[in-house]
């Protein structure tokens, strides 16, 4: 089993920037590809970013390529998401997610509670 906790999401102008952490929990977490997901209200789950289990390959959504990053420390068992150039369409909850990887949420077994990030224009 692994438990991830995302934290650092906030209220932000546009333009400017967050970083998301999300730690986890369980023995198999530095085999397990990684992946940040995001829900805007009445709309879908999305993609956003993935990370390979040894952090050499990650792949990022359209929409957010060139401002944001995903990055992993499998030493402190932690995934992250810098955010650069926010925009307002960038409100929405954002969840980490681990297993398989790619950008099919049905391919993640693990999931955390979420984290808000609103983007004021």
């Known amino acids: 089993q692994v438990q991830l906790i995302e934290s650092g999401g906030g209220l932000v102008q546009a333009g400017g920037s967050l970083r998301l952490s999300c730690a986890a929990s369980?023995?198999?977490?530095?085999?397990?590809?990684l992946g940040w997901f995001r829900q805007a209200p009445g709309k879908e789950r999305e993609f956003v970013a993935t990370i390979s289990w040894k952090g050499d390959t990650t792949y990022d959504a359209d929409s957010v390529k060139g401002r944001f990053t995903i990055s992993r420390d499998n030493a402190k068992n932690t995934v992250y998401l810098q955010m650069n150039s926010l925009k307002p369409e960038d409100t929405a909850v954002y969840y980490c997610?681990?297993?398989?990887?790619?950008?099919?949420?049905?391919?993640?077994?693990?999931w955390g509670q979420g984290t808000q990030v609103t983007v004021s224009s």
């Open positions: 997610a681990a297993g398989r990887g790619g950008h099919y949420s049905r391919s993640y077994d693990y």
């Open positions: 369980g023995r198999t977490f530095n085999w397990l590809d």
